[in-house]
T-cell receptor, first 115, second 112 residues
C-alpha cells in the first residue's frame, strides 16, 4: 500500500496567491482529515470528511480556507488569498471508521511558505 | 489554557536510559488517549493507544493514564538513537468522534 499521498511536498508562494494542496487517502479508508502543524500551535485539525462529506469544519481558520472531496480517492485544501501567517506544514490523514477508528494514517505533509 | 499541555523539550538522554514523556489535560470527558511518534520531516505515526485509565505495554513502550490527575505518560525502556523523534499525545472524548486534540509534542534526542 502506498500510504497517504500528498502533493506538492513543498510550496513557496507570494502573499495573495492561491494555493492548492492535494491528498490521496489510503484506498478503502472512509475518513479523511486535514491538519495544520506549526511550532506555536502544534497539530490542529482543520476539517474532516466521512464518505466524501464534510463532517466538521470548525477548525478552518477563516473563509480563505476551503476543502473539497469530490470522490473517495482525492481531496484538496485551498487557500485563497494566501497570507504569511498561513506558513505551516499541512498534513492529510485517513482512517477506516470501524471499531474505534482511532488510527489515523498521516501523509508526509506539504510544507507551505508564504512570503 | 490549552486543552492538552505537553512540554516541548528537547529532552536529551543517553542510550539505554528510561524515558518518561508526559501530557496533562483539562477536559475530563477524554476517554481515548494516543501517542504518536513523528520523525523529522515526516507525518506522525500511531505508537500506542489506551482507553480510559490504566497501563498498556508494547515491547519497550508503556502507556499510562491517570484520569484522576488528568495526566498521561509514555515510558520508553532501553532507549535507542532510533527513538529520537517528536512524541505527540492525542486524546478524544468518545469513540464516535474522530476529532483528536493533539499536544504540541516533546522532542526527544537519544544520544549514542
Amino acid at each position: 500500500d502506498a500510504g497517504v499521498i500528498q502533493s506538492p511536498r513543498h510550496e513557496v508562494t507570494e502573499m495573495g496567491q492561491e494555493v492548492t494542496l492535494r491528498c490521496k487517502p489510503i484506498s478503502g479508508h472512509d475518513y479523511l482529515f486535514w491538519y495544520r502543524q506549526t511550532m506555536m500551535r502544534g497539530l490542529e485539525l482543520l476539517i474532516y470528511f466521512n464518505n466524501n462529506v464534510p463532517i466538521d469544519d470548525s477548525g478552518m481558520p477563516e473563509d480563505r480556507f476551503s476543502a473539497k472531496m469530490p470522490n473517495a480517492s482525492f481531496s484538496t485544501l485551498k487557500i485563497q488569498p494566501s497570507e504569511p501567517r498561513d506558513s505551516a506544514v499541512y498534513f492529510c490523514a485517513s482512517s477506516l471508521g470501524t471499531g474505534l477508528g482511532y488510527e489515523q494514517y498521516f501523509g508526509p505533509g506539504t510544507r507551505l511558505t508564504v512570503t | 489554557q490549552k486543552e492538552v499541555e505537553q512540554d516541548p523539550g528537547p529532552l536529551s538522554v543517553p542510550e539505554g536510559a528510561i524515558v518518561s514523556l508526559n501530557c496533562t489535560y483539562s477536559n475530563s470527558a477524554f476517554q481515548y488517549f494516543m501517542w504518536y511518534r513523528q520523525y523529522s520531516r515526516k507525518g506522525p505515526e500511531l505508537l500506542m493507544y489506551t482507553y480510559s485509565s490504566g497501563n498498556k505495554e508494547d515491547g519497550r513502550f508503556t502507556a499510562q493514564v491517570d484520569k484522576s490527575s488528568k495526566y498521561i505518560s509514555l515510558f520508553i525502556r532501553d532507549s535507542q538513537p532510533s527513538d529520537s523523534a517528536t512524541y505527540l499525545c492525542a486524546m478524544s472524548p468518545t469513540s464516535g468522534t474522530y476529532k483528536y486534540i493533539f499536544g504540541t509534542g516533546t522532542r526527544l534526542k537519544v544520544l549514542a
